[in-house]
């Protein structure tokens, strides 16, 4: 299998015929390409925005109010206006754990911003997708070890535990690979919605063109920052998810894209 998507060639593991895709797995793909490079973009903009805007709300609030709830309309959309700050401070303090009234605040939004920009022209360019076994190398074991830890840690741990567990079966979602590679499982592809997918593709990008690591996971509380983690502007799922978050209030997308 070898085909291009949207500018992006996409591959699979060492060739292997089980993880050629289907027409309608290659158009999901290729969809989920389109929904990450508009994501990214959504939330340099918004962020981009919400920079200059601080500034101007502390002189003259009424007009800095008006700017943010008449936000640029995309050609040949009518997009219900919406307030930018919301949007942005409601995105960034949940999947990046930013306290407004910190006075590191404009800083960390700052350094997300850059980091944002370098995803945006990575993944607006040319790039390789390999489409990976349902596990990929290494993450069965991983798994399992965080499986155990999350038991030995004592009670309430349960279920985080069997979240690991259940890793082992579904597979990995991704990984990021050498150059300019980013590996997708084959399960995901298949069974994830469009959005999701574009998920995955910008927190692998994310490793490759702006360096972040994986400080954790939404599906582990990161939503909530119920796992006490710290130093989240550095997170790879930070940023695709709080991307997302900007992206879908932006166009108004449902939930579940």
């Given amino acids: 299998m070898l ?14 015929p089980l993880l050629d895709l289907r027409h309608g797995d290659r ?31 502390s002189v003259d609030p009424d007009s800095a109010n008006r700017t943010l709830h008449f936000p640029r309309l995309f050609p040949g959309k ?11 401070v409601e995105a960034l303090g949940r999947y990046f754990d930013l306290d407004h009234s910190s006075p590191t605040f404009e800083q960390d ?8 920009r370098l995803l945006r022209a990575g993944i607006g360019g040319a790039f390789e997708i390999v489409v990976g076994h349902p596990l990929l190398p290494g993450e069965a074991m991983r798994a399992a070890r965080d499986s155990a830890t999350a038991l030995l840690t004592g ?18 979602a991704g990984s990021v690979g050498p ?3 980013i590996h997708i499982g084959k399960h995901a592809i298949q069974t994830f919605t469009a959005g999701d997918l574009a998920v995955s593709i910008l927190h692998e990008a994310s490793h490759r063109f702006a360096s972040t690591i994986d400080v954790a996971y939404r599906w582990e509380g990161l939503r ?5 983690f710290t130093g989240l502007t550095n997170d790879a799922d930070s940023y695709a998810w709080a991307s997302r978050r900007i992206w879908q209030a932006r166009r108004g997308h449902p939930a579940r894209i």
């Fill in 3 to 16: 085909f291009r998507v949207h500018g992006v060639t996409v591959t699979n593991w060492d060739k292997d």
């Fill in 27 to 57: 158009s999901k793909l290729g969809l989920g390409v389109v929904y990450a490079r508009e994501i990214v973009s959504d939330a340099v903009d918004l962020v981009g925005d919400y920079l200059a805007w601080r500034p101007l709300e």
């Fill in 78 to 88: 009518n997009v219900a206006p919406i307030n930018h700050a919301v949007t942005v």
């Fill in 109 to 116: 939004v700052r350094t997300i911003w850059q980091k944002l």
């Fill in 155 to 172: 009670a309430g741990h349960a279920r985080l535990a069997c979240d690991h567990l259940r890793w082992i079966g579904t597979g990995a």
């Fill in 179 to 181: 150059r300019a590679r």
């Fill in 224 to 228: 909530n920052d119920t796992g006490g």
